[in-house]
């Protein structure tokens, strides 16, 4: 579950509706155009949190805190058994398996040399291993194919976290500004592109169990919020790689909803992505 602050309450992102947004953005994505496996790329980026539904359906609370517990901060058993799951259910696609077990080992590359996390990265090894294998495909084009999967999860998770914090990731670099998440060099030809998330948002408060949790996410889930969408236009910076110019794209936030009886209700957090050169 995605967690992101907002007035005095929380909204809630599932990481399922998280990679479909991932995949509705890179969709539109120029340079993934030409990729002749784009399709299979397509299918790893949207599926690439399918593993995740199950913890979602059922959200936790830290009992110390009375915090809900989001994708960083659940416990490593959960987080281990995530991947697993995925790719089992991609194990018909089996070079978008191959991306999955990639996109793990990506991820939760940092605990490379925790002795609790070992096990894990030996099984997605031999998981990316053996799906490339069945695939037929080189596992020596696994890197390329996979750069557009971590993009397209770095420019949805900024849209759905709301965090700050610039990411790079092979020659790309994204990072929010404001209600703006700005993605360089330019991978959708200047292109404006709608994208929408839903989000449970309830109140603030210290939970004191997973059951009063859920209960407040229930209410959530049976709300039909009027949503209105503004779609700001953006205004993308670019520059040449000779000199002249940067290459960027810019995805901007924003939801406006009615108020609902309790302290519930579901929302669509809208933006989009769009392209301009500035000399």
């Known amino acids: 579950m995605i967690v992101r602050s907002v007035h005095d309450g929380i909204q809630l992102i599932t990481q399922p509706d998280h990679a479909h947004l991932a995949r509705v953005i890179m969709e539109r994505c120029t340079t993934l155009a030409a990729r002749p496996r784009r399709e299979t790329i397509l299918h790893a980026i949207g599926e690439h949190d399918a593993g995740w539904a199950q913890e979602d359906a059922a959200p936790t609370v830290n009992p110390q805190t009375g915090a809900v517990v989001d994708f960083v901060s659940v416990p490593i058993r959960v987080r281990q058994a ?9 194990a018909d696609d089996p070079w978008a398996a191959a991306l999955v077990a990639q996109h793990a080992l990506t991820a939760y590359d940092r605990f490379r040399s925790d002795a ?41 998770l900024a849209f759905c976290t709301g965090s700050t914090d610039e990411q790079r990731f092979s020659g790309w670099t994204i990072q929010l500004s404001g209600s703006r998440v700005v993605v360089t060099p330019d991978a959708f030809d200047g ?50 790689i000779a000199s002249t110019a940067i290459a960027s794209t810019a995805i901007t936030s924003t939801a406006i909803t009615s108020v609902v009886s309790g302290f519930s209700r579901t929302v669509m957090l809208h933006g989009d992505v769009a392209g301009r050169v500035r000399s």
Do not use: C, K, N
Not at 82 to 90: G, Q
Not at 138 to 146: I, K, V
């Open 116 to 156: 609790e996390w070992t096990t894990f990265f030996g099984e997605m090894e031999s998981a990316r291993v053996a799906m490339a294998r069945a695939s037929g495909t080189p596992l020596e084009e696994l890197a390329g194919d996979y750069a557009f999967v971590r993009l397209g999860d770095l420019i949805s």
């Open 191 to 240: 292109e404006e592109i709608p994208i929408e998330v839903r989000a449970r948002e309830i109140r603030h408060q210290r939970f004191r169990s997973d059951a009063e949790l859920r209960d407040a996410l229930s209410q959530a889930s049976a709300t039909t919020a009027s949503v209105e969408s503004r779609f700001d236009r953006i205004a993308m910076t670019s520059t040449a």
């Open 82 to 90: 995530v991947w697993p799951r995925t790719i089992a259910r991609l």
